[in-house]
């Protein structure tokens, strides 16, 4: 597949990229001053003869910054802005399939969750995380395949955390995060949890549709 990948450069695409690679995708990863991806027309262009998007672009900031949404601003943008100009995009070219990223966060911080739980009431920064869903979701009624995966509070090279921290109740080594990015092109469309096993928030949907799970 050829597949165009937005924020190709950060931790996520770094972890994506050999493993797309190996598998024989043909990639395009533009960074921020080659492709603005709040220019609808450049965006259209850059559309043509893909079959797969992955928007993995973000401005993830420290979490000594939660409490500020102004910190915050250039990644909703991307999140919410940015993810229904590709929809759109996408959707005028007929690409075939669409992965958005996001964070299990969505999910009340004190139960154990699955796909089927609720979301509501989630803090100011993660309102464009759940905009980003919903632009998913209407590529997959245009008829493509459109896959958001939850991710668990990532760790690994690149992260914030060498270690896993486990008083976020769901947590992912970012290794396996790429490998979760790589299975999303071939899942069917809707919402799946990626993190590791035995943690509050459940998996069961992503390991029965990509048929492994988290091994780090």
């Known amino acids: 597949m050829r597949l165009l990948v937005t924020g190709g450069t950060g931790v996520l695409g770094r972890a994506l990229r050999p493993l797309a690679e190996a598998a024989g995708h043909e990639l ?19 559309m043509r003869n893909v079959d797969g998007v992955l928007h993995l672009a973000s ?53 154990q969750a699955s796909e089927e739980t609720p979301v509501g009431g989630v803090l100011p920064i993660l309102r464009s995380a759940l905009v980003a869903e919903q632009q998913t979701e209407r590529f997959a009624r245009s ?30 080594h970012v290794s396996d995060a790429g490998r979760a990015l790589l299975s999303a092109l071939s899942l069917p469309s809707g919402i799946y949890n990626v993190c590791r096993d035995g943690e509050r928030v459940s998996t069961r949907r992503f390991t029965r549709a990509a048929g492994w799970h988290p091994k780090h």
Request: glycine fraction near 10%.
């Open 28 to 46: 395009a990863m533009p960074g921020h001053e080659e492709l603005d991806l709040f220019d609808s027309t450049a965006v259209a262009d850059a």
């Open 143 to 172: 008829g493509g395949r459109g896959v958001v995966l939850r991710l668990g509070l990532l760790d690994g090279p690149g992260t914030w955390f060498d270690e896993p921290i486990g008083d976020f109740g769901a947590t992912l």
């Open 59 to 111: 401005r993830i900031r420290s979490l000594d910054q939660i409490s500020d949404p102004d910190a915050w601003r250039e990644n909703d943008r991307l999140r919410a802005d940015a993810s229904r100009i590709l929809v759109h995009a996408a959707i005028d070219a007929g690409v075939a399939v669409y992965v958005q990223p996001t964070v299990t966060f969505v999910y009340p911080p004190d139960c």
